[in-house]
C-alpha cells in the first residue's frame, strides 16, 4: 500500500470520529458515564411536551424527558437530569414554549439552592408546576377579549385618530427640518457636551466628604430648629412680659381708628394741591440723571483748601 493512501485513509477514518463523536456528545448529549436522577410529575395536559424535551435548572440544561404516558386521567411526564446538579425540594417549575412553533421545555426555578433535594424516583406534586395554556384555552380568553370590546367605541377611535392625521403632510417637512437642526445643534455642541460631563466626573470622584458631612448636617439642622423654637419662646415671652399686644390693642388701634376719617379727608385733598407738582417732579427726573455727582463733588472739594479756607479765583477781564 502506498503511503499516500495509507494517509487518506487514515485522515478519513480520523475525520469519522471526530464527526460521530460529535454528534454523539454534542448533538445527541450523549454521556455513557453521567449518573442520572429521575422524577417524575403528573400533569392534566402534556402541553405538548415529547421525549427528549429539555430540562433545565434557573435557564441551564440540565437533562431531557425520557417518557410521557397516561395514567388515572393524568399524564405522567418522567425526566431525568445529570445528578451533579442539586435541585431543592421546594423549587418551582415552569413549562414554557421555546418559540411559537413550539420547543417546549421544563425549566426548574428555585428561590435558592440550599436543601433538602429532590430524591431519585421522587414524584413532584402538580401545585408547585405552572403549567403554560392549552392553544383552546388561549383562543377562548382572545374570543372573551375581543367579545367585551365595543366596536362602536373601537370605530370612534380610529376615526378620531384617522381625524387628528389628516392634512399633516405638511409639517412632515417641518420636522424633517427640525430633527436635522437638532441633530446639527447636538453635534456643533458636543465638545461643550463632553467637557461638561467630563467636568461632571471630575467633581464625582471626588465625593468622599459627602457621607460624613450629610451625617454633619442632620444634627446641624436639628441644633438650628431647637436655636429657633427657643428664639420664638423668647419673644412671645417678651411681648407677653412689655404688654405690647395689650398696647395694640387698647392705646394705638383706638387711636388709629379716631384719625382715620381726618387723614382720609386731608389725603383727599392733598391731591389738587401736588398736582402743579407733577410736571417739576418729571423734569428733575429727566435732568438729575444727566449730572455727574462724581464731577460735582469734586469741584465742591476743589473750593476749600486743606485748611478749611474758601478758595476764590478773582478773573480781571482785559482791558478794552
Given amino acids: 500500500m502506498k503511503k499516500s493512501t495509507f494517509f487518506s485513509l487514515l485522515t478519513f477514518a480520523l475525520v469519522m470520529v471526530l464527526g460521530v463523536g460529535?454528534?454523539?456528545?454534542?448533538v445527541l448529549n450523549y454521556r455513557p458515564f453521567a449518573k442520572w436522577n429521575t422524577v417524575e410529575m403528573k400533569l392534566d395536559n402534556a402541553h405538548q411536551l415529547l421525549p427528549d424535551s429539555k430540562v433545565l435548572l434557573r435557564g441551564v440544561e440540565v437533562g431531557n424527558v425520557q417518557t410521557i404516558d397516561r395514567t388515572d386521567g393524568k399524564v405522567a411526564v418522567k425526566l431525568r437530569y445529570d445528578s451533579k446538579y442539586?435541585?431543592?425540594?421546594?423549587?418551582?417549575?415552569?413549562i414554557e414554549q421555546l418559540?411559537?412553533?413550539?420547543?417546549?421545555?421544563?425549566?426548574?426555578?428555585p428561590d435558592s439552592l440550599q436543601g433538602p433535594y429532590?430524591?431519585?424516583?421522587?414524584?413532584?406534586?402538580?401545585?408547585?408546576?405552572?403549567?403554560?395554556l392549552s392553544l383552546p384555552e388561549t383562543f377562548k380568553l382572545v374570543s372573551g377579549l375581543t367579545s367585551s370590546i365595543n366596536s362602536t367605541d373601537l370605530g370612534g377611535i380610529t376615526e378620531t385618530l384617522a381625524a387628528a392625521t389628516d392634512n399633516t403632510q405638511g409639517a412632515l417637512p417641518n420636522i424633517s427640518t427640525a430633527g436635522d437642526l437638532l441633530a446639527r445643534t447636538i453635534s456643533a455642541r458636543m465638545p461643550n457636551i463632553r467637557r461638561m460631563l467630563e467636568n461632571t466626573q471630575?467633581?464625582?470622584?471626588?465625593m468622599s466628604w459627602l457621607p460624613g458631612s450629610l451625617e454633619e448636617f442632620g444634627p446641624a439642622t436639628a441644633t438650628f430648629i431647637k436655636k429657633d423654637v427657643e428664639v420664638l419662646k423668647a419673644l412671645d415671652v417678651l411681648m407677653k412680659g412689655s404688654g405690647a399686644p395689650d398696647v395694640l390693642t387698647k392705646t394705638i388701634n383706638p387711636n388709629l381708628m379716631k384719625i382715620a376719617p381726618n387723614t382720609s379727608k386731608l389725603l383727599a385733598n392733598l391731591g389738587p394741591i401736588n398736582e402743579p407738582l407733577v410736571p417739576v417732579v418729571q423734569a428733575l427726573t429727566d435732568v438729575m440723571p444727566q449730572i455727574d455727582m462724581a464731577a460735582l463733588l469734586s469741584q465742591a472739594l476743589k473750593t476749600v483748601g486743606s485748611d478749611g479756607a474758601a478758595n476764590l479765583t478773582v478773573?480781571?477781564?482785559?482791558k478794552k
Fill in 118 to 132: 429532590l430524591d431519585k424516583n421522587a414524584s413532584i406534586e402538580t401545585a408547585k408546576v405552572k403549567q403554560p
Fill in 202 to 206: 471630575d467633581y464625582q470622584s471626588d
Fill in 22 to 26: 460529535y454528534i454523539a456528545f454534542s
Fill in 315 to 318: 478773573v480781571i477781564p482785559p
Fill in 99 to 109: 418559540s411559537a412553533v413550539g420547543e417546549p421545555y421544563i425549566d426548574f426555578l
Fill in 86 to 94: 442539586d435541585i431543592p425540594q421546594s423549587t418551582g417549575i415552569k
